[in-house]
C-alpha cells in the first residue's frame, strides 16, 4: 500500500476519509499506530489521472455512476468519476489497523464548482 496523502491518526483522534464524489465517507478514530507514524490515508486517491480519466470515461458512465445522487450534471466533472478513484472500500480495508471506523456516510448530493 503507498499513498500521497494522510491524516492524523494518532490514538483517539477523530477523523474524516472521504471516498469519490459518488461513494461513502467514513468518519473514523485513530488508532495510533506508531508503524505508521500515527496516520492514515486521507481518501480513496486516484486510480487515474484527470486527463487519463476524461480519456477513459463517457458521460454516460458518470450518469451512470451519480444514479441516485443529486449533482450538477455536467461533463465538467468526468475527470472526477467514481471509476477514477480506487475503491474507498478496499482503502478503507487496508486501513484497518489504522483507524477504527464509527460512521458510514452514504453520498447523497455532491456540490462541486466547475
Known amino acids: 500500500m503507498s499513498r500521497k496523502g494522510a491524516i492524523d491518526a494518532s490514538a483517539g483522534i477523530p477523523g474524516l476519509i472521504p471516498g469519490s464524489m459518488g461513494t461513502s465517507s467514513y468518519v473514523v478514530t485513530g488508532k495510533g499506530s506508531r ?15 484527470r486527463n487519463a480519466a476524461r480519456k477513459r470515461f463517457s458521460r454516460a458512465q458518470l450518469d451512470a455512476a451519480m444514479e441516485g445522487i ?44 466547475d
Open 70 to 113: 443529486e449533482w450538477r450534471r455536467t461533463s465538467a466533472f468526468l475527470d472526477e468519476i467514481p471509476a477514477a478513484y480506487k475503491p474507498v472500500e478496499q482503502v478503507m480495508a487496508d486501513a484497518a489497523d489504522l483507524v477504527e471506523v464509527r460512521h458510514i456516510l452514504r453520498q447523497i448530493v455532491n456540490v462541486k464548482g
Open 35 to 49: 508503524v505508521a507514524l500515527n496516520s492514515s490515508p486521507h481518501g480513496a486517491g486516484r486510480e487515474y489521472g
